[in-house]
């Protein structure tokens, strides 16, 4: 009885100091505690709603761990074939021009099954915008080697540690698309952090505005974590990826348009 | 009518445009037409082949085994097709590049020094032309004023200047054609 | 007269797509039905209509931006020939499962492998059984002149978007390389609005729309399949193309679709020299497959010679169709072979006729 009078006198607009945006709707998302994917969910979101883009937004959903991404939107959205969102987010913005596109993709959808479609999307310059999450494994089917898994890294299919002699090296796909003409925008981000997360929405604000203005791909890594894949509790996950994920993948603007 | 007709050469030869002015020939007189041609790497310098119909009537089969008609440009199709004209049917040849000449004694069969007239004429490019109107001259089934007409149609407009040297290969054709064994 | 042109195959069906209101192509080349592509660039249908045509990375990426645009609730196709309609069947199923009306043309090819750039009809199983995985059935249109090209197009989609679902023509090299005078319908206006389950962005009067092929609930999942299958029903029903032609008063019948139909009307004119009263049975829709309709044929009939360049997959449905009452035998070629007319004569007599 005495919560609920202190809730009342709480529950004032002039107290209210942080709202869930109206863009993510109230199901209970699937994804473990302490993975990167809720949080970068709620700033591409707080950014649709920010922007007031609402109604010219269509989402792409790819394979992995945010298959159904589309249950957490209150957006369109397609789910595509497994790394196929690039061509998908193509059929749709060449024949809506004037819509905002985005894909949302994993390690595995964007640089592994989907190199091709990765690559071709940001060499024609699609006026499209690719959020790329790399937790260096395969979260969805139980945290297998990914392209972007890091030299000795354990998964279940390296169980020793990836081996770069018989199992190739990671794969650093950001920069390599930086290196194409028809990108415009390529940074790498996290979440981990209050401060990683405040740099990241920039960079979801950045990316939309440049879509808008019809000069390229934009590309934003977001390194995270897979605590449950990691098979750490999550804030030694974090650490670990602080250690270990941050040295390969150096966060920061990679390519950025000339006008800024 | 129905006119089952087999040209061959060589790539390059203007095979397959002959073949597609007579066509539009047809569709110039209301007649059903249809051209098949063989397609793929040997297009590009090897054989080439189109059968034509043209018919009063819809027309069955677009692929066919057996001619009314062949028109022979090189000795690999002479050696090829040579066997699949009707008894009864014709075959017009150029001389030129024909080692064997044509040996049935059941079809009638012509002679046209194209390649040699195209060379006088100082432009090879008519060398199917000349054909044409040999062929024509033995077998009238188009008039010769459809003939230019699907000639315009299926030329380029960017060509159009040369429908006037066309049209004197066609005539050509008709003045050069030999009887070599008739029926 | 003037309004008929001469043109392939693959070009018919290129013009009519423009002429049909398309709003994209997505395709990638392949031979022998690269004219598609070529004629559509050298069209510029962004000037005359606004259509938009785009050569993809591969035939994957091709089949996933016509998922895309058609889950916008455009009007688009590709094209391709055997090979790479394989390459395309995993979308394909993607396609069928979220229900998405589109138009897919396969000028096929024999097989299998790269086999060879000849005509083939060894893609019959693929098209009618469902080439990708799941239960899923695409609507096949079997065109057997270059007219019928141009005609399938405005039809496949009307049939698309009566029934969401996707389309396919399949026709062959030789109906797709082969020229015949064509005459083409009016320019249709692209479409201005767009099906209610598009997804064009969310306004405030509706849930958001969602193009998904995936339901984790198995329960659902099964009312959803259960849908599907009514929907198939539906199309089996009303949607059966096909013609008899010389069918009057005969005793045997071939049964072909596309170029072997051509073939077979030759062989019907030469065995009729002989005396043979054999007529053609051309299914149109492939699927929906005319069962009901061969059946009834058969009835008045002493056997059935079912042709197709394929080692024998119509037959299958043939057989079904006629249910053990009269003989069912298959004719055909392969590896880009054409069988010719006096062929299936032959093959007539002694597989029917003889046997």
Sequence with gaps: MADQILNKELIKPENLVYKKTKILNDNVMHYCPGCGHGTAHRLIAEVIEEMDIQSDVIGIAPVGCSVLMYNYFNIDMQEASHGRAPAVATGVKRLWPDKTVFTYQGDGDLAAIGTAETIHACNRGENITIFFINNGIYGMTGGQMAPTTLEGMKSSTTPYGRNIAMMGNPLKITELVAQLPGTCYVTRQAVHTPSSVRKTKKAIRKALEYQKKNIGTSFIEVVSNCNSGWKMPPVQANEWMEENMFPFFQLGDIKVPEED | MTEELIIAGFGGQGVLSMGKILCYSGVMQDQEVSWMPSYGPEMRGGTANVTVILSDNRISSPILNAFDSAIILNQQSMDKFEQTVKPGGVLIFDGNGITREPERKDINIYRADAAAEASKMESAKTFNMIMLGAYLKVKPLVKVENVLKGLEKSLPARYHHLLGLNEKALQRGFEIVQEIHIL | ?355
Aim: with cysteine.
């Design chain 3, 1 to 355: 007269m003037e309004e008929y042109k001469l043109m392939k195959g693959n070009e018919a069906i290129a013009e009519a797509a423009i002429l049909a209101g398309t709003d994209g192509y997505f395709g990638y080349p392949i031979t022998p039905q690269s004219e598609v592509m070529e004629y559509l660039t050298m069209e510029k249908p962004e000037e005359r209509t606004g259509m938009v045509v785009l050569q993809a990375e591969s035939e994957v990426a091709s089949i996933n931006m016509l998922y895309g645009a058609a889950g916008s609730g455009k009007k688009v196709m590709t094209s391709s020939s055997s090979p790479g309609i394989s390459l395309m069947q995993e979308g394909i199923s993607y396609l069928a499962g979220a229900e998405l009306p589109c138009l897919i043309v396969n000028v096929a090819r024999g097989g299998p492998g790269l086999g060879t750039i000849q005509p083939g009809q060894a893609d019959y199983f693929q098209a009618t059984k469902g080439g990708g995985h799941g239960d899923y059935h695409l609507i096949v249109l079997a065109p057997a002149s270059v007219q019928e090209m141009a005609d399938f197009v405005s039809m496949a989609y009307d049939l698309a978007f009566k029934y969401r679902n996707p389309v396919m023509i399949l026709s062959d090299g030789a109906i797709g390389q082969m020229m015949e005078k064509v005459k083409f319908k009016k320019q249709q206006e692209r479409m201005k609005t767009q099906p209610g389950w598009a997804t064009v962005g969310k306004t405030p009067d509706r849930e958001p729309n969602i193009i998904t092929s995936l339901d984790l609930d198995p329960a659902r999942h099964e009312r959803f399949n259960i849908k599907l299958q009514k929907k198939y029903e539906k199309i089996q029903k009303e949607e059966v193309l096909f013609e008899e032609i010389a069918c009057d008063d005969i005793d045997y019948a071939f049964v072909a679709y596309g170029t072997s139909a051509r073939i077979c009307q030759k062989s019907i004119e030469l065995a009729r020299e002989e005396g043979i009263k054999v007529g053609l049975f051309r299914p149109i829709s492939l699927w929906p497959f005319p069962y009901k309709e061969v059946g009834k044929i058969a009835d008045r009939l002493k056997g059935i010679l079912s042709v197709e360049l394929s080692a024998g997959q119509m037959v299958e449905d043939v057989r079904l169709a006629v249910n053990g009452k009269i003989k069912v035998e298959h004719y055909g070629r392969m590896g880009g072979m054409i069988p010719t007319p006096e062929e299936i004569v032959l093959a007539l007599k002694k597989q029917i006729i003889g046997g």
